[in-house]
């Protein structure tokens, strides 16, 4: 499956963005998505996942309550509603997709996503 995220941006801190990642080849129904993100200098870290069936969700504590995960798989596209955006939420943001996770801690590894978009960058200014 293809990737392609879109929707980053620059924002004041206190704003809103969305995030979208369309997905092209396979039937993205089947995948499980997730969003991560890496500012400059840092590691890569997990944001937010939705199953591919029972779309349960997972949040890094920093995301709780700010940021919403949701797909629909019927346009193909996963999205990552952002707001009350910080300046420390300044990062490349990328979604990523699994056709199976192993084990509950997976969710939240960059290793375990087979596929790959190319990233958006958000900026946010305080």
């Known amino acids: 499956v293809q990737l392609q995220a879109s929707g980053g941006g620059l924002v004041q801190a206190g704003g809103s963005l969305r995030l979208s990642c369309a997905a092209s080849g396979r039937t993205f129904s089947s995948y499980h998505m997730a969003w991560f993100r890496q500012a400059p200098g840092k590691e890569r870290e997990f944001v937010a996942a939705i199953s591919s069936r029972s779309r349960t969700t997972y949040y890094t504590d920093s995301a709780k309550g700010r940021f919403t995960i949701s797909r629909d798989d019927v346009r193909n596209t996963g999205y990552l509603q952002m707001n009350s955006l910080e300046p420390e939420d300044t990062a490349v943001y990328y979604c990523?997709?699994?056709?199976?996770?192993?084990?509950?801690?997976?969710?939240?590894?960059?290793?375990?996503?087979?596929?790959w978009g190319q990233g958006t960058l958000v900026t946010v200014s305080s």
């Open positions: 990523a997709a699994t056709a199976m996770i192993k084990y509950a801690a997976a969710w939240r590894i960059a290793s375990e996503y087979v596929y």
